[in-house]
């Protein structure tokens, strides 16, 4: 990736500023502390990434601003991108990805932000985290990986190779095996129930074979029984019917009988009703009279329903009217009563206003004392704001006064703890002299050991170089033997042709070829199993010399330990020699300490804070005395209420009496407008006429009850009418009805006696006829009962046909799940084997272990030309460890990244090098490290940025660096480097020059 342009609006301490990076390879962006250097290269990870180093996303954009925007255009792979992203404050982002064409460029945003994110990465092949951990080395944190522990640093080895992926392949793996070892186990388990029930197939056979047997002979049975049943049913069938037969024509006859009763009862009845209607035709002449008087009286009863219409809405319109005069007399009267209301009132209020106005001389005597109050009021604050600041100032002495006791009480005690501990340390000189002895022995023992380690080691390599050669001649051995077992192979066919000059033999040169080779063959596999016997003792030899050096440099573990312990003990008893010198002057020093606290200390402070409380003295300020003058004035200020209340009295008295003669007025006008309503209103006109309207009507109700009672007793006349109409029209009809059921009964009585013939003549024939219902009964009682048992055995043979079913199905069900078992077992093992793989200590160590020699050698190829030489690494990813409390127990090797350095006075520790030189080794193995994870991702490391890296070199390291930027120029398309110091700029060919000012950071381009 290699940056074309980029323009920057409100992103963080920018508002707009734009950087044109063509024609700069190795620049310099320069400019005081916090002016915004850091925050051009955040600007780039932020709209490629969005990644920054603020922790709340609306954190990049500028105090203020609205809006943030950043668009970054670069080159990649002969391409060239543009990235746009830009985000409201407290809202979302937007995020754009566009590619250059000859046309211009051509979006390849996708939707959403994480798509178009993903399609950012599949074209750059670069994420964030191996970008700041290779080519983007941030402020403050060039030795993060150094300062890490031994194990954390081969973890984030691990993660900067993408080797967690392993991890997740190894979790996989076991989640696997361990699903199939659950599998093998719910298999195991079911094969055994399935082989224990299949020990019952045969016997659950033969009893099938016998139950079979027995439900034939019971079906043949049943079939016998069931002919006999048939015959006997037939003649039940045949008595049946003759029954069923009885009883319908007992039924027929029952039936007529009751025709006959219901059309004598009928009759009874008509002849009834012909007697009524006769009686109501004889009386025609007095039902016509009665009925001609009933009309009379009901055209008298509609005139006067006519009459108490009319006077009835007369009498309801003359009542409305009297409630609507009622209501216009009861509002004039409302008006009247809260017009007198008002007037009551304001005579009420001008009594109150006259109770007030007599407290006038008490008021004024009330004024008086308040003035005098306030007046001695103001004397006390002028005296408190004079107090005030020497109050203030004798507190800040008192407490001055209070520290400088408290430190010297302090400094008394320290000195006290101090005695103690030097008087502690001056017993123990002697023992530590003692221990500096003992620990010069352990050392010197060591020492000599690490001779003899290296003398192993060398061995080591010595019988390695052997191996190596003995597996060349193997392989050369090996090859050997191939080429002529391929040719006896070749002269077993007797038309072979010679392997040397491929022209036919005969039968003698043919066996002599053969044996020949076969004597060849021999001899060359007795050398090589010569040489593997060689191998085998030689590994042993290295397994012995591996265990030895392991053996020893377990015993050298503390040698490390062991010489700090020496110097940390040395530093003790010099310490100790000092002792009592110290003991002396802080003996002393305590003395003239408690000399002090006796009251000789800070004189001029006391004398002071003596002079300020005669002062306050003289001033006799009392605040009691103040606070009763406040409590005085507050008693005394109702007097002004009062007096205030007293000039609203005397105004409110004068509006009263203007106001009085109004509302007397207003009463006696409502008085005669009372009267007027009652008399001369139209509405007392138009009740007056209602009321001569209803005395010209002469309605009485009385004479209308009366006419309404006649009226309701004569009605019946209209009923006894409607039944003579009624016995004139049914009389005629009622007699032919009758005449038609004389007939029809005697019809009926013949059929009865048809019947009753055809009933005798059916209980003869049942009479001659056996009843086989008791036969058929016992039969078909004995033929449930063997059907029943037939269910029970066929019910029976259909669950052992069912079990033998099962019994197959569970055949072939052993034989499938033992199938499943040895395909579950053997791929167990697979994922137990991949576990293993994708483990630590698997390709993941063996990653690591191809990984790191070229890192090592990148390092030192960089730092030779940082150090002049002088600096070495070497990476060292095992070391022995105790496996057990007990010397005599084996050692075991653990997983380390540790990184050992050496300069011309031999190997130390990172932390003793100085600043210049640890930031050389950091920037070496970040560079290293830079190339390693770019090659990895699949990207050409084309760019790097260096963010303060000159701050801890020296004039000559700071040459050295730039030279060794200068000698890897060529490697780089693009490198900028960040500083802040003023006279590095001139060794940068370009430079970008930073400025912070009110209105945001400003750039300038110098080349």
Known sequence: MI?????????????????????????????????????????????????????IEDDVIYSGAPEVRVDFTFLNNQQTYRVIRNRVRGGTSVLEFQIETPAGFRPLTAKGMRA??????????????????????????????????????KEILAELLKLNQYDQLEEKAKDNSKQYKGRIEELSRSLENVKTQLQEKTATKAELSQLEVQINKIQQQEAVDKIQLQSLQVVQHQRQNWEQQLNFTRQQYQNLSQDCDRLQQEKLSIQSQLTNLADILNQEAEINTGYTEYQSLQSQEEAFSTKFEQ???????????????????????????????????????????EQILTK???????????????????????????????????????????RTHASLVARLEQLQATETKLQTQHRHRPQLQQAVMDVGVKIEELEKKKVYLQRVQEKGQERRHFIERLQAQKREYEKLLAELEQKLQMLQNPDALCPLCERPLDEHHWSTVIQKTQTEYEETQGLFWVLREQMAVSDREIQVLRQEYREINQQLSGYDELREKRGQLAAQLQATTDVQEQLKQIEVEKQHLERSLQGNFDPEKQAE?????????????????HALARSEVERWRWAEIQQAKIKDAKKKQAQLASKKPE????????????????????????????????????????????????????QSWQLRYQQLLSAKEQYPQIQNRLADLITSEKSRLVEQQKLTIQIDDIVEQLKATANPTEQINNLEQQIAIRRQELDQKIAHFGRLEQRVHQLELLQTQCEQEQEQLKYCQQQQRVYQELAQAFGKNGIQALMIENVLPQLEAETNQLLSRLSANQLHVQFVTQKAGRSGRSSKKKTKLIDTLDILIADARGTRAYETYSGGEAFRINFAIRLALAKLLAQRAGAALQLLIIDEGFGTQDNEGCDRLIASINAIAADFACILTVTHIPHLKEAFQARIEVNKTQQGSNLSLSI
């Open 663 to 714: 509302l007397q007025g207003k009463i006696e006008e409502l008085k005669a407008g009372i009267e007027l309503e009652q008399t001369n209103s139209d509405t007392a006109k138009q009740i007056e006429a209602l009321t001569r309207e209803i005395a010209e009507l002469n309605y009485s109700s009385e004479v209308h009850n009366k006419l309404r009672q006649a009226v309701r007793e004569s």
């Open 311 to 353: 006077h009835t809405r007369a009498t309801s319109f003359r009542q409305q009217q009297q409630q609507q005069l009622v209501k216009q007399i009861q509002s004039i009267e409302r008006q009247l009563q809260q017009t007198e209301a008002e007037l009551k009132a304001l005579e009420q209020q001008e009594q109150e206003l």
């Open 3 to 55: 940056p074309v342009q980029l323009i920057l609006k409100n992103f963080l301490s920018y508002r707009d500023a734009a950087l044109d990076f063509a024609g700069l390879h190795t620049a310099c962006i320069c400019g005081s502390n916090g002016a915004g250097k850091s925050s051009l290269l955040e600007a780039i990870t932020w709209a490629i990434w969005g990644e920054s180093r603020a922790t």
């Open 116 to 153: 178009t994110q993903d399609i950012i990465l599949q074209h750059i092949k670069l994420d964030y985290d191996t970008f700041i951990n290779s080519a983007y080395l941030r402020q403050g944190r060039a030795d993060e990986f150094m300062l890490k522990r031994p194990t954390e640093r």
């Open 609 to 625: 804070l003596q002079q300020l409380d005669e002062y306050l003295q003289q001033l006799n300020y009392n605040e009691k005395d």
């Open 360 to 402: 006038s001389s008490d008021v004024e005597t009330a004024l008086s004392q308040l003035a005098a109050a306030r007046e001695h009021l103001n004397n006390l604050d002028q005296l408190q704001m004079q107090v005030s600041p020497l109050l203030q100032q004798r507190a800040d002495l008192k407490s001055q006064i209070d």
